[in-house]
């Protein structure tokens, strides 16, 4: 599309501005504020309107800002543009809302003949018609957004994620047409909407909280089924237990009756036997008379008087036992002091100091023996090490005059020599794979050569083609329409000739007619209608003629138009023949698809002179890397021959330094091995001396300490040391003898103490034995008798006095039980009162009793399981909640859990099918885009920046110069003006790829050039001229120098 | 002679078919109490001569100590009028019934044989012949139908018969019978033919004239049902001995609340005020009793009203006794506008409107449909509430 003029009646700040476009180039030059902006959103509006797009009655939002300053009833204008196609169209809008109107005309020849065919097109939601999306293949905003390219607004150009914000911005391009939104965010958004919902991996989330939920309601509900089961048994149960209580209720009344009957027959009987009972108590009141006289003995006394005789014997017997004790001990004392006999002499210990001297003295002179053995074998040991570690040493070379350090010597050396080696391989490798990229892009260019060297400037050629064809399509087109009007002008004409022929006859017949009559009748008015009919047949006959000869010129124009058009097909042939012949070889249906080609070939051709370029350059690095590895393995050869390494290739120099180094290190150990055992020598020498002389001074100390205990010995009695050599073996003799005096001289004072202690006791005894005698005799005085037989005929006689008053009260005891605090005149009242009783039942009470009980025990039992049936069914009960609002809620919980799977599903399917879509079109797009956005980049940068890579995900690389790398994240490599042509580049590729399946779409600039220098601006502004051949391009700049550079490359500036 | 007609009532019912949360199914189920309780005071206040019962007075499986506690004193005090129970396939006389188990007033006279018996009152020139379901009447249900058996004697007195069963005639299309007859079958000498089971209200008449009614369940139960039944008023006059008998039939509501179900076009509103207005028009739209309604949303709706739909419901709770607020909205938007783009996001719905024109069922239509708006939506990062996430659990 080619916009060729912009008329706005009113909108925004412009009023009756009438604009025309160039179809490449354009610069829109003004200051801030001049609505450079506004004539951006004019054309968006002129060509989609206005209306909301998603409500038909409303406008959007841009619709007041863009009112018209001045009159804001004249609100619209009109664009008209050219298609690709050569159609012409010119759109006419009125954007007051009480006036609203839009008319599409298309212009065939010029603007003079117009088709309004606004209803040709569909109307979109909010009834525009759809003529934008139809010519341009986009909406709206993905139009603008696509089409307008303004430099970079990144809050930090240089910073690491600049290229990945470009990325961003591209895909949001692709996959919405906005800046802000893409596939991936779309992607996230229906993450988070699956992950709001919850997954079964993971808890929380309303479906995870549901299902749990569902499952603990289905077992609740499983519970209040069994629940309800088990009620409805314990109600039975319960019934059961009501009626079996209603029987026994009824049993128990009888059973009462049959005991009331049985009480009045026990009570005539309890009668009898209360008046039997008076009778005995009257007979033993009568005994009791005859005892009176010892009524008051004291018959409480006797426990204390036959306690008294007691204690009298046994402390009688007590005292004799002690005294036959006592003469025991004192034989056995006599016997023990006369077997102590001689040892009493044997007193004094021996001293702890002593005895400790003594053993210390000892050990330490051993342990002095076996130190003294060890140091003199390490002294021999050592003489033997230091004996080896010099013959070894003195085998080895002397790496001491080599270097200071010789490992890392050794090391570096061999090191710097890989590393060259490595080096130089590298290089010769990078040689072979140039060769192969070259000689593989050479096979790869074979046939586009041969296809393209037919012709030395096929772009000019193509050009020319294309210019010819469209020249003879207008010729054709305008010589068929000549050719047409040509051949219709002769057609009619053909169809008047014979009218004119047949009324020129028919007229000059009757003109003779006439004047054969006036010749005949001489009758002179014969001779007026006879002139008329002579002129009107001299007319006829003249146009005839006249109409034959412009038939006949008619026929030459249509027979040398025929000539001209062969003619100039056959020239337009022989002149396409060229281009013909390439575009059948190729195999290709339009020149746009050679024309593709031929760049490919011209990229192919500049890579593949820069690759042999770069292949040169390599070479040489290749010979210098191989010189240096050269010169190293000399010098190396002459170095390890002074460590005693000979190196025979390259290869060896890794294995040499490693022998080199084990040789040193075999150097160094030996070394230190001789230091070593030196000091070992030294060391054990001197230990052995000093432990000889502590062994002398030890003995010493030894000797005085055995004659001082010999001493102590000799002069407590013990004659036996003379026999023991061994000091501490005398000692022990004499603890062991020592040790027995003293258990014998122990026991004899345990018996004089024993002695001394039965005495005491016997004494204690004789004492108590007196006293019991007098208690004794106290006691028998109070009673008033002499002697303890007297006392005992006393007693016998007040017991039985006792007995015969204890029976009486026992049958007073068991009257008073009878009567049951009745009297028995009452008694003999209820009896009198029962009359004549029925016999009694068959049944003895207790069993009516026992049956009774048993009733009531039963009657008891029922109540009892009855209540607890109501509390274990209350209990069971209890904190259940009702089957039905369970049943409820599973309801409800079902239909969420269903409705959120249903979401969730929908959720993941979407997110699978965007994933696709964004996969293949990313894919599909990102090859082009990165050949298109290098050229572009290549140009805009003189070649210093030749490459950019888009990944199949759109990841977006930068080939640095310095490194030679491609890097993701430059980091602050790239400068901020540099990011900012990487996306100029990447945009402007966006706009020519989006722009190849269908209209090419024209580009609004929006001030891209910020961060441009004069060198970079100027090559921008070349490379946007170039593609105003393909695209137009409108640039809106606010700077004089972005103005000057367009001056440079022959753009026209409006200003605004 | 006066006789009280009800049936179906259903106490302690559960309202899960009508996706009731628990504690809106309690006030229900405390509805239906207060319903059975006016029947009650209704047969006091005429006053009936009996109280008839054709069955499925409570939800056997959901019954409660308190619901049989509540129908135990109202009976009690419905003393000495008799009540006759003809228990239905929902509370059917079977071992573990409180039918079987609960110590009932004397008044009440509850039939248990699967075959006819009577029960001839004493004070009364009334006899009443019933029938129960005792869990076993699909084995039992026999090709002559219910009324096999019935033979109905002319001894002067008012013969009324008492079932829970279908009539063929009156049995509302979808509803499952239970003892299928068909009115022809009833027999001859019936003054009053008292059923249960149908829950809209229903009449016929035997061949002999005598008329036959389904009262219907005097509240509804769930949305399937869109009238309340009542309990019916049975005046039967006899001119002396055997001789002709009328009988006229007066319903008396009772009914508490009302069920409600409708559809609302959202693309007829605007605003978001609107389509709550809409809404809550139908909150008010009928007599003032409190309503229980299914709101479905359906049609094309803005993207600034589809955000907000998640919060319309905690507004609008409160104008009805339970709301269940259903969103099948579409967004609005031009699908074939957008598909036309060559963007990633005009492939997708390009791609989705091609899976939706061959989908086979409204439901993978609907399915899809949806798959669409959520990528649509994601596409634009909109605001988009949660399905199954509207309303909210008590």
């Known amino acids: 599309m080619r916009i060729q003029r912009l008329s706005i009646d009113g909108y925004g700040r412009f009023s009756g501005l009438k604009l025309s476009c160039t179809p490449g180039l354009q610069i829109l030059l003004g200051p801030n504020e001049r609505g450079k902006s506004t004539l951006r959103a004019f054309i968006g509006d002129m060509l989609y309107g206005q209306r909301s797009e998603r409500d038909p009655d409303r406008f959007d939002e841009g619709h007041a800002l863009r009112t018209p300053w001045e009159n804001p009833d004249c609100y619209g204008g009109a664009i008209a543009y050219a298609l690709d196609d050569g159609r012409i169209f010119e759109i006419v809008r009125n954007f007051d809302p009480k006036r609203a109107a839009v008319q599409i005309l298309e212009h065939r020849n010029g603007t003079a003949d117009s088709a ?7 109307l979109l939601r909010n009834s525009e018609p759809d003529v934008g999306l ?6 709206k905003e993905v139009f603008l957004n696509t089409a307008t390219i303004t430099h970079l607004t990144l809050e930090d150009l240089g910073d690491g994620e600049a290229l990945d914000q470009i990325r961003e911005k591209l895909v949001a391009l692709m996959d919405t047409g906005g800046e802000d939104v893409s596939s991936e965010t779309a992607l996230r958004w229906l993450e988070a909407r699956i992950q709001a919902i919850g997954r079964p991996d993971m808890p929380g989330g309303p479906l995870p909280r549901c299902e749990t939920r569902l499952e603990t309601l289905y077992a609740e509900r499983e519970t209040l089924l069994s629940l309800h089961a088990g009620l409805a048994e314990l109600a039975g149960e319960r019934k059961g237990l009501q009626e079996e209580r209603a029987q026994c209720r009824q049993e128990r009344l009888e059973l009462e009756n049959d005991l009331r009957l049985i009480d009045a027959h026990e009570r005539a009987a309890r009668l009898r036997e209360a008046e039997s009972l008076t009778q005995r108590i009257q007979t033993a009141t009568q005994h009791c008379f005859a005892l009176a006289s010892v009524r008051d003995f004291p018959m409480e006394q006797l426990p204390r008087v036959q306690a008294a005789e007691k204690a009298v014997e046994a402390a009688r017997l007590q005292l004799e036992r002690s005294r036959a004790e006592s003469a025991e001990v004192q034989s056995q004392c006599e016997a023990e002091r006369e077997r102590i006999g001689g040892d009493e002499s044997l007193r004094e210990e021996i001293p702890a100091e002593l005895e400790k001297r003594l053993a210390e003295t000892g050990g330490q002179a051993g342990r002095l023996r076996e130190r003294l053995a060890e140091a003199e074998a390490a002294e021999t040991e050592a003489e033997a090490q230091a004996r080896d570690a010099q013959e070894r040493t003195e085998a080895l070379p002397d790496f001491s005059r080599v270097a200071p350090d010789p490992v890392e010597w050794i090391s570096q050396l061999a090191s710097s020599f890989k590393v060259a080696v490595k080096t130089r391989d590298e290089e010769q490798e990078e040689c072979n794979v140039l060769r192969g990229e070259i000689a593989e892009r050479e096979s790869a260019l074979a046939p586009y050569r041969a296809l393209f060297s037919r012709i030395d400037d096929f772009p000019a050629a193509a050009r020319e083609y294309e210019l010819r064809k469209r020249m003879m399509a207008e010729h054709e087109s305008q010589g068929a329409q000549a050719r047409q009007a040509l051949q219709s002008e002769y057609e009619e004409l053909g169809e008047e000739l014979p009218g004119f022929r047949t009324l020129g006859g028919l007229t000059a017949v009757l003109a003779g007619g006439l004047a054969g009559g006036f010749l005949y009748t001489q009758v002179a008015v014969l001779l007026i209608p006879c002139g008329m009919l002579g002129l009107g047949a001299a007319w006829f006959f003249s146009h005839y003629a006249f109409t034959r000869s412009r038939m006949r010129r008619l026929q030459r124009q249509m027979d040398q138009m025929s000539a001209e058009r062969e003619r100039a097909f056959a020239e337009g042939a022989s002149a396409a023949a060229a281009i013909e012949t390439m575009l059948s070889d190729a195999k290709c249906e339009s020149v746009r698809e050679l024309e593709a080609r031929f760049d490919a070939y011209r990229d192919f051709s500049a890579e593949l002179t820069a690759r042999a370029q770069v292949l040169e350059t390599q070479l040489q690095r290749a010979e210098e890397s191989e010189q240096r590895v050269s010169r190293m393995f000399e010098r190396f050869k002459e170095t390890f021959a002074r460590v005693g390494e000979h190196i025979a290739d390259e290869d060896g120099v890794a294995e040499a330094a490693a022998r080199a180094i084990t040789r040193y290190q075999d150097y160094r150990e030996a070394k230190r091995q001789m230091a070593d055992a030196r000091d070992a020598l030294e060391k054990a020498r001197q230990e052995s001396g000093g432990l000889r002389e502590k062994l002398e001074e030890l003995a010493g100390n030894g000797r005085e300490a055995e004659e001082e205990l010999r001493a102590l010995m000799r002069r407590n009695g013990f004659p036996e040391e003379a026999e023991e050599t061994d000091a501490m073996a005398a000692m022990r003799a004499y603890r062991d003898r020592l040790a027995a005096a003293r258990e014998q001289r122990g026991r004899l004072a345990l018996l004089r103490e024993r002695r001394l202690n039965l005495e005491r006791q016997v004494k204690r005894e004789e004492l108590e034995l007196e006293k019991h005698e007098q208690d004794l005799a ?3 005085a109070r009673a008033g008798v002499a002697s303890i037989d007297q006392w005992n005929a006393m007693a016998d006689q007040a017991r039985e006095y006792r007995d015969v008053w204890g029976k009486r009260a026992a049958l007073q005891e068991q009257l008073d039980s009878l009567l049951r605090d009745s009297t028995i005149a009452a008694l003999r009242e209820a009896v009198a009162a029962n009359g004549e009783l029925p016999p009694s039942p068959r049944p003895p009470r207790a069993e009516l009793k026992e049956r009774l009980d048993a009733i009531s025990a039963r009657i008891d039992a029922l109540v009892g399981e009855e209540h607890a049936l109501q509390v274990t069914a209350a209990e069971r009960r209890a904190g259940a909640r009702a089957l039905c609002e369970v049943e409820e809620e599973i309801a409800l919980l079902e239909l969420r859990r269903d409705r959120l799977r249903a979401e969730r599903d929908a959720a993941a399917q979407a997110m699978a099918l965007i994933e696709e879509i964004a996969r293949d079109k990313h894919a ?8 298109k956005a290098s050229e572009r980049l290549r140009a805009i940068t003189g070649g210093v920046y030749s490459e950019i890579t888009v990944a199949r995900d759109l990841s977006i690389g930068v080939r640095i110069p310095q490194t030679g790398r491609i890097a993701a994240h430059p980091g602050k490599v790239l400068s901020k003006g ?17 722009s190849e399946s269908g209209e090419r779409l024209p580009m609004l600039l929006d001030d891209p050039f910020a961060n441009y220098d004069d060198e970079r601006l100027i090559a921008t502004m070349r490379i946007i001229r170039e593609m105003a051949g393909q695209h137009q391009v409108l640039l809106f700049t606010c700077r004089e120098d972005v103005a000057r550079a367009a001056e440079a490359v022959e753009a026209p500036i409006v200003r605004l | 002679m006066r006789i009280l007609h009800t049936a179906d009532i259903h106490l302690d019912a559960s309202y899960a078919r009508a996706l009731l949360p628990p504690a809106a199914g309690a006030r229900r189920r405390q509805g239906l109490r207060d319903v059975f309780q006016r029947i009650l005071d209704r047969a006091a206040a005429w006053p009936a001569d009996a109280v008839l019962i054709a069955g499925d007075l409570f939800d056997l499986r959901h019954v409660t100590r308190e619901s049989v506690a509540i129908l135990r004193e109202g009976f009690e005090q419905l003393r000495p009028i008799p009540v006759f129970i003809a228990p239905g396939n929902r509370d059917p006389w079977t071992p573990d019934s409180p039918y079987t188990l609960e110590a009932w007033p004397a008044n009440v006279f509850i039939f248990s044989e699967p075959g006819w018996t009577s029960h001839a009152l004493a004070g009364l020139p009334l006899t009443v012949h019933g029938l129960a379901a005792t869990g076993e009447d699909s084995a039992a249900d026999s090709a002559d139908g219910p009324f096999a058996g019935l033979e109905i004697p002319s001894d002067g007195r008012v013969h009324v018969a008492l079932a829970h069963a279908s009539a063929a005639e009156l049995l509302p299309e979808g509803q499952r019978p239970w003892r299928r007859f068909e009115l022809a079958d009833i027999p001859a000498g019936l003054h009053y033919l008292a059923l249960g089971h149908v829950h809209a209200p229903a009449s016929g008449a035997a061949p002999d004239g005598a008329p036959a009614h389904y009262p219907g369940a005097p509240e509804q139960h769930d949305y399937a049902h869109p009238e309340p039944g009542h309990a019916l008023e049975i005046e039967i006059t006899q001119d002396g001995g055997d001789g002709p008998s009328a009988a006229t039939v007066t319903p008396f509501p009772a009914a508490g609340a009302v069920f409600q179900q409708v559809s609302i076009d959202c693309s007829g509103h605007k605003t978001l005020a609107a389509l709550e207005r809409a809404v809550r028009k139908t909150a008010n739209a009928a007599d003032g009793r409190p309503r229980i309604a299914r709101v479905r949303l359906e049609g094309a709706c803005g993207a600034s009203i589809r955000s907000e739909l998640g919060g319309l419901h905690s507004r609008l709770a409160s104008d009805f006794a ?37 989908s086979a069922s409204d439901a993978e239509r609907a399915r899809l449909g949806r798959v669409r708006d959520l990528g649509l939506a994601a596409y634009r990062v909109q605001e988009l509430p949660l399905r199954g996430m509207e309303g909210a659990l008590e």
């Open chain 1, 116 to 122: 309004d065919i606004t209803g040709a097109f569909g």
């Open chain 1, 134 to 139: 139809q010519h341009l293949g986009l909406a």
């Open chain 1, 778 to 780: 106290h006691l028998l």
């Open chain 1, 924 to 931: 599909r797009i990102a090859p082009r885009l990165a050949k």
């Open chain 1, 978 to 994: 540099t990011v900012d042509q990487v996306y100029l580049a990447l945009r402007l590729a966006l706009v020519e790829t989006l």
């Open chain 2, 322 to 358: 339970w709301l269940d607020l259903e969103d099948a909205t579409e967004p609005a938007e031009d699908f074939e506008d957008i598909a036309r783009e060559t963007t990633s996001l005009g492939l997708f719905v390009q791609r989705m409107n091609e899976q939706i024109a061959d």
